[in-house]
Structures are given as C-alpha cells and as structure tokens.
C-alpha cells in the first residue's frame, strides 16, 4: 500500500512551513501500516523533526527522552507553549512526572491584621476547581492565634489552632490535594489582629 500524507492537525509557529504535509510510515519497509509503529513528526519551532528516535536516530515505540538528574537544562526544553516535545525518563525508563497541574497559583499574606474572608485566590471558570496542596502559617507573637479557609459560608480546611508562643507555626502538606468545589473561590479568615504570616499553594484543574 502507498504512503499516505496527512496534514499536521495544529498550527505551532508563525509561516507557512508548519502547516506542510506530513508522511507518516513503517520504518521498516516505507509502506503505511496502521497496526504497525510509525515515525512520528512534530514541529520544533524551526522545522519538522523526528520526535520518535533516541539520539543515534534508532527509531523507539515511545516518546520519551532520558536525563540526568543534574543541574542542567533538560535536553527536551522547549521555548513556549504548543511546541512539540518529548517525555523526560530517568535512564532506567521511568517517567519523571508532577503531581499537580500545570496552573499553578500562590498566596502570601505578613500583616498583623486579623482577617475576614480575605481571598486567597478567584473563583476559577465553570468546570474548574481550586486545589490546595501546601499551607504554612506562624505568629510572631505570645497570643493565641487561629486560622480557617472557606468557600463562601462553609469552612474547608482548619481551624487550625496555634498556642500562645511567639514563633509557632503549623506547615500543612497535602499528599492528597485538598479540592474546592467548583467555580468557587477560596478566602482565609484568622484572630485575633496580631503579627503572622500565611503561605498557601496549590493549582488549577479539572474537576
């Protein structure tokens, strides 16, 4: 059977050259075979390349890249978003991967008021949810403090309670991200006005 083109399903750059007709094949004999492994094309940036061969240009059954895990740039950066990349594997195989979606957000807040439903991050759009993983508070001074976060009325995580000491902190890590309902924003809540310091992470996601 003759090869057969198709086109690239997603403009990346700007010109005309990323929209070229691409022939995907059979390394072995230059037939389309669509039971069999085919040699993947992406756009780098600059032109089509080659994205399922290691570094000797062997052809691979998975996208993916060994690195090492040193302080350098991993082979596979790209410069910007909806270019083509590859998987990062340490050189046994394994898929390096991250527990948290790509959006991230932060909050930090150092005052000694004492706070009401003070917004720790926007109601994100329908279908999107709030997801707390990491929350670190401490007191800067010798008075009782609590802390508490809430989605509109209903309090979600805390209160979380700190004894009279200056310096006493509570540092939160949520192997489970904790999800807020959906399209709903998330605010912190504390007492009394006293010296402290709140840090909240987390991300944005399906759900």
Do not use: C
Request: aromatic fraction near 8%; avoid cysteine.
């Amino acid at each position: 059977m003759a090869n057969r083109t198709f086109r690239h399903p997603q403009r990346t750059a700007a010109g005309a050259d990323n929209d070229e007709l691409v022939t995907l094949y059979d390394e072995s004999d230059g037939t389309y075979a669509p039971v069999e492994r085919v040699r993947l094309m992406g756009w780098d940036g600059t032109g089509w390349v080659k994205i399922a061969t290691d570094s000797t240009g062997a052809s691979i059954d998975a996208i993916g890249t060994s690195i090492d895990s040193d302080d350098t740039a991993p082979p596979q950066r790209v410069a910007a978003e909806q270019l083509a990349t590859k998987a990062g594997t340490d050189r046994d195989g394994t898929i390096f991967v991250r527990t948290h979606g790509p959006q991230l957000w932060s909050y930090h807040e150092n005052s000694s008021a004492a706070l009401t439903d003070a917004a720790v991050h926007a109601a994100p759009a329908a279908g999107l949810s709030l997801y707390v993983t990491d929350i670190v508070v401490s007191t800067g001074a010798a008075t009782a403090f609590s802390v508490f976060f809430e989605e509109g009325v209903t309090t979600v995580l805390g209160p979380y309670y700190l004894e009279a000491i200056a310096g006493r902190g509570v540092a939160l890590h949520f192997q489970t991200p904790k999800k807020i309902t959906a399209a709903t924003a998330l605010t912190v809540t504390t007492s009394p006005a006293m010296a402290h310091a709140i840090d909240v992470t987390g991300f944005t996601a399906q759900g």
